[in-house]
DNA sequence: AACCTGACTTGGC
DNA sequence: TGCCAAGCCAGGT
């Protein structure tokens, strides 16, 4: 697999990403079939800007938001109109809101 | 090509 | 729980 269909396999995995529910860099990664690939997933986003992508959706493996201030608030103001809580401590707990990946496009098969 | 960076993750204290 | 160090890997200088 090419960095382009990884990349495409990235934006989609992020795409099937449902409503109320939260996924790591690092799960996206894997997902679209690159494990330790977390940083570059945050890559991906960065330069993808928003386009409609859910990525409110992606938090860092503690279910906290790896963001600068300002872009961090607009994530958590996104993920609570979701219905997504944040506990005191400003994190997500993934064992209610973690997404457990299905639903995510079907892996690669060879057309038939 | 060496060196720095970063929307990450994991393991130790 | 929280901070640090190290590992990670593609991009930018």
Same mark, same amino acid.
């Given at each position: 697999m090419n960095d382009d269909d990884w990349t495409r396999a990235v934006l989609a995995t992020i795409r099937s990403v449902p409503s109320g529910r939260v996924a790591s860099y690092g799960q996206i990664a894997a997902l679209a079939?690159? !494990? /330790?690939?977390a940083r570059q997933v945050g890559r991906i986003l960065r330069n993808a800007g928003? /386009?409609?992508? +859910?990525?409110?959706r992606i938090v860092n493996g503690q279910g906290a938001?790896?963001?600068d201030r300002p872009a961090a608030r607009e994530q958590r103001r996104r993920l609570e109109a979701e219905g997504v809580e944040f506990r005191p401590?400003?994190?997500?707990?993934l064992r209610k809101f #973690?997404?457990?990946?299905? #639903?995510? +496009?079907? !892996? /690669?098969v060879k057309k038939a």
């Open positions: 079939g690159r !494990p /330790r690939h928003d /386009r409609g992508l +859910p990525w409110h938001l790896s963001l401590n400003g994190r997500i707990d #973690g997404w457990d990946g299905s #639903g995510r +496009p079907a !892996p /690669r």
